[in-house]
């Protein structure tokens, strides 16, 4: 693999194959999280994009292609974070953080500066996934976060979009940071001189741990705000 190749994981098995986490319905972030550490997740090209959902099958994990030659990232460990400093604190360690937004209509067509709700939008059912990568400040000295959303790049500033922390959003309210290895679990095995694990077998190498966070500090200031603060280091997840 290619230092600093971005990865696109694999969406699809999380819909397929995590089915105690409703589809396409609901879901739960630490649900997903918590696949990624038990089962790691594969490239998209492994499994790629298309309708079905809960419909894993049965011998999926022993007999798909990536699985059987390890090409897997796995989570290492993830933690929930809340506040204005503590999020700060874990991009600057492990790189950009998940958050669970309320979304309102009018963020639907956002399309540039910091978005505040407007007294007459409309809250949705649910919450919204999105990335936050770094920070930038306001002139009152407000956090105004930088997310990256899922909605392509024809939405808001080519995919990206300022969020202020205060306000109707709750962006502040939980996110989760997490470790995921920069490497396979077969390049981990190569570079240990060890045979590869068994595609099912559940492995932990916290060896990499460190240079992943390294890793993340790199790209720190991509995104940063007027205090050179913030981190964008990418390496996508479901």
């Known amino acids: 693999m290619k230092a600093k190749e971005t990865i696109r994981l694999s969406t699809q098995e999380i819909l397929e194959c995590d089915v105690g986490n409703q589809g396409c ?38 007999n798909n292609e990536c699985r059987l030659e390890n090409f897997v990232f796995k989570v290492h460990d993830y933690c929930a974070a809340q506040g204005d400093e503590n999020i700060k604190r874990e991009i600057i360690k492990n790189g950009p953080v998940v958050s669970q937004m309320t979304v309102f209509n009018d963020f639907l067509a956002y399309g540039e500066g910091v978005y505040h709700k407007t007294p007459e939008a409309m809250k949705f059912t649910g919450q919204h996934i999105v990335k936050i990568v770094g920070w930038s400040k306001s002139m009152d000295g407000t956090t105004e976060w930088i997310i990256e959303n899922t909605w392509g790049e024809d939405w808001g500033e080519k995919g990206y979009a300022k969020i202020s922390g205060k306000g109707d959003t709750g962006i502040e309210g939980m996110v989760f940071g997490m470790l995921i290895s920069h490497q396979t679990q077969a390049e981990i095995a190569e570079a240990r001189n060890e045979p590869p694990p068994p595609a099912s077998q559940a492995s932990n190498p916290l060896g990499d741990l460190m240079q992943a966070g390294e890793d993340a500090k790199q790209n720190a200031g991509m995104f940063g705000g007027d205090d050179g603060e913030g981190d964008d280091s990418e390496e996508d997840s479901s």
């Open 25 to 62: 319905t609901a879901g739960f972030a630490n649900r997903v999280l918590m696949f990624g550490q038990n089962k790691g997740f594969v490239p998209e090209e492994c499994i790629e994009p298309s309708e079905k959902v809960n419909e894993c099958e049965v011998d999926h994990f022993e």
